[in-house]
């Protein structure tokens, strides 16, 4: 037989479930409906158009100093000059290449020796003798190749003459040439790297 604690608690368990099953049956709707959420999206789209407008409306007084800025003006810092024309007759084009101007002044590449084709600062002196009667020095390219030169031998792109060849230096002449025209001439000495701790 039954005592009375079991059947109360078996009332207790039946009761639970029955809570539990008619609270699972409700309609417990969290979200919004279908015709909330389009009002809520209605809205905001309107608010991304105000927006818009007030920004376009914003936008409009800073074009018009623009405008002004592109009238032209004869004085102050970036003004611009109505009456300034350009006039390049007589005047060398800066975009043209050297070359085509000038040609007596270029050079064929192909005749110049293989020390001609280096600047003077990619070569450099490796060894000297200069107590003989004729001074000859040792000179290597950026390749690693090394030449014998002697005084009034051809050395770097400026055409460069060996001046002078001494205990540890060769003194080269180079001359330049603008774009005038106009030669100028520069004295250059390579030297021999020194004894390091000797």
Excluded: H
Aim: positive net charge; glycine residues 10%; hydrophobic residues 40%.
């Amino acid at each position: 037989m039954f005592s009375g604690r079991a059947v109360v608690k078996s009332g207790l368990v039946t009761l639970a479930v029955a809570a539990l099953a008619t609270t699972g049956c409700q309609d417990s709707a969290t979200g919004p409906t279908t015709d909330e959420f389009q009002a809520a999206r209605a809205a905001q789209a309107e608010r991304a158009a105000q927006n818009k407008a007030k920004a376009k409306a914003k936008a409009k007084p800073k074009a018009a100093p623009a405008a002004t800025a592109a009238k032209p003006t004869t004085g102050g810092f970036g003004a611009v000059d109505a009456t300034f024309a350009y006039d390049g007759r007589g005047l060398r084009d800066p975009f043209r290449n050297f070359k085509w101007e000038r040609p007596d002044r270029v050079v064929d590449t192909s005749l110049l020796g293989p020390l001609e084709q280096y600047d003077l600062s990619q070569l450099s002196l490796v060894a000297v003798v200069w107590k003989t009667g004729n001074a000859r020095a040792l000179i290597q390219d950026p390749s690693g190749e090394s030449y014998i030169i002697a005084e009034g031998a051809r050395l770097g792109k400026n055409a460069g003459t060996v001046l002078n060849i001494e205990d540890n230096s060769v003194r080269v002449k180079e001359t330049y040439v603008d774009f005038l025209g106009r030669e100028t001439t520069k004295d250059i000495e390579l030297r021999m790297p020194g004894n390091e701790g000797g």
